[in-house]
């Protein structure tokens, strides 16, 4: 008879206020005139937008939820929902302010920032090798 161990995984509740990269965020018509031509500027050089809002993990998943006020100047903007289980490395790069978390996962990568980034990487990056 052979006894399986089962390791404990620690509780992962993650939710941080974070700016996530969002590479086809446009404007909506509510952006205009010097504004416009700043973001799209900004978004052209740069490959995408910054945009402001909620990341969320926990067992069932890693979560990106634009606010309000980014969902009204972006047209089209919606969540991001990454299951654990497609994360295939998670790391921190420098950023000024805030560092950023880099998430590969199977269908490419997620960029987002927000204070504390490195502790979040290395909870994230962790409880993920576990799984």
């Given at each position: ?71 009204a100047f972006h ?27 880099v998430v590969r ?12 980034a490195k502790q ?12």
């Amino acid at each position: 008879m052979q006894i399986k161990m089962q390791r404990h995984m620690p509780a992962l509740n993650i939710e941080k206020l974070a700016n996530a990269f969002v590479p086809n965020a446009d404007p909506s018509p509510l952006v205009a005139g010097a504004a416009l031509n700043a973001v799209n500027r900004y978004g052209k050089k740069h490959g995408g937008l910054w945009v402001g809002g909620k990341v969320t993990a926990t067992p069932d998943g890693l979560r990106f939820a634009p606010n309000r006020l980014n969902r009204a100047f972006h047209e089209g903007l919606d969540s991001t929902n990454i299951s654990l289980s497609s994360i295939r490395a998670v790391t921190r790069e420098f950023g000024w302010v805030t560092g950023i978390v880099v998430v590969r996962h199977a269908e490419g990568e997620f960029r987002f920032r927000c204070f504390g980034a490195k502790q979040v990487a290395t909870t994230l990056g962790a409880y993920v090798a576990g799984l």
